[in-house]
C-alpha cells in the first residue's frame, strides 16, 4: 500500500488536488494507494495526541495506523514561508518515536505558485525523514508556477509530466 500524505492543513488544497492526480499516475501501474489528507486531522490532535498524550486520540491513531501498515509514501508538499507547512511537522511529530517511517520509502512532490516548486521545503524535509531513518527517492519532483503548470487536475507541462511519471513508476519498483 502506498499513502499518498497531503502535507498541509489547508482545506480544498492544491495539494489534495496534485494527490489525486498522482492517485491516477499510481493506478496505472498498478499500485494500491490511499490518500491521507492532513487536512482532516481532528483540530485538537497537537492537545490530545502528542507527547504525554501520544496514543490517546483514537482518531489520530487511525491516521497512525494508515502510516504503520503503508510500505511507501508520497507527501505531496507546498512551500510556506520557504519551507514546508507546519501542520505536516507536527504530524509527523505525532507518529511517535521511533517513527512509523522508519526503514520505509518515499517520494516527494513540491509544489509552489513560485519560481523554485518548493525546493528549499523539500530540503528541509528530507532531512527531518532521513534523521527519522525514511529513505526518500532520489528523483523529487517540483512543480513550480502551479497556476499555469497545473489546471483542471493535470499537469500541462510536458517535462514535469514526464518526471512525474517517472518518479510514480520508480516509486512501485523502489
Known amino acids: 500500500m502506498i499513502t499518498i500524505v497531503v502535507g498541509t492543513n489547508r482545506r480544498n488544497s492544491k ?30 490532535f497537537i492537545r490530545t495526541a502528542l507527547y504525554e498524550n501520544n496514543g490517546k486520540n483514537e482518531v489520530f491513531n487511525a491516521y497512525r495506523r494508515m502510516m504503520k501498515d503503508s510500505d511507501k509514501f508520497v507527501f505531496i508538499v507546498p512551500e510556506y514561508n520557504g519551507s514546508y507547512p507546519g501542520a505536516l511537522k507536527v504530524f509527523i511529530d505525532g507518529l511517535g518515536y521511533p517513527s512509523e517511517l ?18 528549499l521545503a523539500l530540503s528541509h ?44 513508476e520508480l516509486l512501485v519498483n523502489f
Not at 19 to 35: K, R, V
Not at 114 to 119: I, K, N, T
Not at 152 to 164: V, Y
Open 102 to 119: 522508519k526503514h520505509k520509502k518515499a517520494a516527494l512532490v513540491g509544489i509552489s505558485d513560485g519560481v523554485q516548486g518548493s525546493a
Open 15 to 44: 495539494s489534495k488536488q496534485v494527490a489525486l492526480f498522482y492517485q491516477t499516475l499510481l493506478t496505472e501501474f498498478n499500485a494500491e494507494s490511499q490518500i491521507l489528507d492532513i487536512a482532516e486531522l481532528p483540530d485538537d
Open 125 to 168: 524535509l528530507i532531512d527531518v525523514f532521513h534523521y527519522l531513518g525514511l529513505n526518500v527517492l532520489a528523483q523529487r519532483v517540483k512543480i513550480p508556477f502551479m497556476k499555469k503548470n497545473f489546471m483542471e487536475g493535470e499537469i500541462k507541462d510536458d517535462l514535469i509530466n514526464q518526471l512525474i511519471r517517472e518518479q510514480a
